[in-house]
């Protein structure tokens, strides 16, 4: 594996930061803002109290809970609860299933939905039947995937579950390391034989590990894929949350609702932070031969 960064250090602007979000967007753009100023981006630090709450009620409730079942649900609802915060009023997260022409999804652990553009299927309680065409996208949420077996099952379900103009999503509160991961997905590309199969969903998300997603530039020799670090020095569980959002936001929700100013300017700054993953050799060879290099 290699992962490389990208992208320079920017200058420090306080000025911006003390302006308010409308100015500091303005110096983002220009690439005016360090990463110190960027440690003090508003978003950023509320991501990281929400990370803060979200370790403290998962590590509480262990302290009680017996119930693999339950501890499940429990996790489903912090975490709907917290990324709630992030959307625009006219979204919600619910659970249940998704409904289409082609017949009723499995059950949905998180489904992001625009409640007033289609009326609701069915609702008892916390479970909904939402029609498809108002799925913003939906998430499957694992408390522990210890092996690759559960972990690839995670990510097959995760993959079928997927709605047409909507994001995929796995968080995972206790998970593989990275690269048992990678040479998990060099194994389904390399069994396909097709290097433009789908095999990894719009964003993985390990707690204390990593958070990967698909480098869609429209080029099969570049790398395929993404990752941040988190945990051990590299980067913060705020940091990963926010980034998984703005993967929401980039994979579905902008085609529900508006696309907030701190997405786009989050999204520039993870773009400097998140590693590329260049294809393992054999299959960087087949990259090669399927998308050669321009010439001229």
């Known amino acids: 594996m290699d992962c490389r960064r990208h992208g320079p250090p920017r200058p420090r602007a306080c000025e911006a930061l003390k302006a308010g979000p409308r100015k500091l967007a303005g110096y983002l753009r220009e690439g005016t803002v360090s990463e110190q100023d960027f440690d003090r981006f508003p978003m950023k630090q509320l991501a990281e109290r929400y990370a803060v709450e979200l370790t403290a009620q998962f590590q509480t409730l262990n302290l009680f809970a017996q119930n693999a079942g339950e501890i499940g649900r429990a996790h489903e609802v912090f975490l709907r609860a917290v990324l709630e915060r992030f959307l625009p009023k006219r979204l919600r997260c619910g659970t249940g299933f998704v409904a289409s022409a082609d017949g009723v999804s499995r059950q949905q652990d998180i489904i992001v939905f625009d409640p007033g553009s ?24 694992k408390t522990r995937l ?12 995760v993959l079928e579950g997927r709605v047409d103009a909507g994001f995929s999503a796995l968080f995972v509160w206790d998970g593989l390391t990275l690269d048992t991961l990678l040479e998990y997905l060099w194994e389904q590309y390399r069994a396909a034989r097709d290097l433009a199969v789908t095999v990894v969903p719009d964003v993985i998300y390990v707690r204390g590990r990593y958070l990967i997603f698909p480098n869609y530039d429209g080029r099969r020799r570049t790398p395929p894929l993404r990752v941040l670090r988190v945990g051990g020095g590299s980067h913060t569980e705020g940091e990963a949350l926010l980034t998984f959002v703005s993967r929401m936001w980039i994979s579905g929700l902008q085609s529900k609702a508006q696309w907030p100013w701190w997405i786009s300017e989050w999204h520039d700054r993870s773009s400097k932070i998140c590693e590329f993953v260049d294809w393992p050799e054999d299959l960087q060879v087949q990259a090669d031969r399927e998308d050669p290099p321009e010439v001229g």
């Open 118 to 141: 289609l009326p609701l299927l069915f609702e008892v309680g916390d479970c909904l039947v939402v029609d498809a065409s108002a799925v913003a996208g939906t998430i499957e949420v």
């Open 146 to 157: 210890d092996s690759m077996a559960v972990f690839g099952e995670a990510i097959r379900q």
